[in-house]
């Protein structure tokens, strides 16, 4: 059974850090893409950053670059996001998602993330 279990989540001060994981069974991170996404209050979900299989390529949207990181360990079944630098647009639920060929099929429960001083 396909499972994705998000944590790390909490509250953060502005320019504080947090890392996030998401613990994945089921199947192997050698088979799928894992994403990160995020939904704020009131809003669409979004995609935050993704890590690819094949040969650990990483995207970052554009608002995270220079202070997020996605990484993975293939031994732990864990990927993680390391938010650094967190602003006041980076609060929301933070998912985790495993997929193929640009479609991700198999979503984690989320985790909320609350920025404030």
């Known amino acids: 059974q396909v499972q994705l279990v998000e944590s790390g989540g909490g509250l953060v001060q502005p320019g504080g850090s947090l890392r996030l994981s998401c613990a994945v069974s089921?199947?192997?991170?050698?088979?799928?893409?894992i994403g990160w996404f995020r939904q704020a209050p009131g809003k669409e979900r979004e995609g935050v950053s993704c890590i690819r299989t094949s040969d650990g390529t990483t995207y970052y949207d554009d608002s995270v670059k220079g202070r997020f990181t996605i990484s993975r360990d293939n031994a732990k079944n864990t990927v993680y996001l390391q938010m650094n630098s967190v602003n006041p647009e980076n609060p929301g639920v933070y998912y985790c998602a495993a997929g193929q060929h640009g479609k991700y099929d198999y979503w984690g429960q989320g985790t909320q993330v609350t920025v404030s001083s």
């Open positions: 089921g199947f192997s991170l050698d088979d799928y893409n």
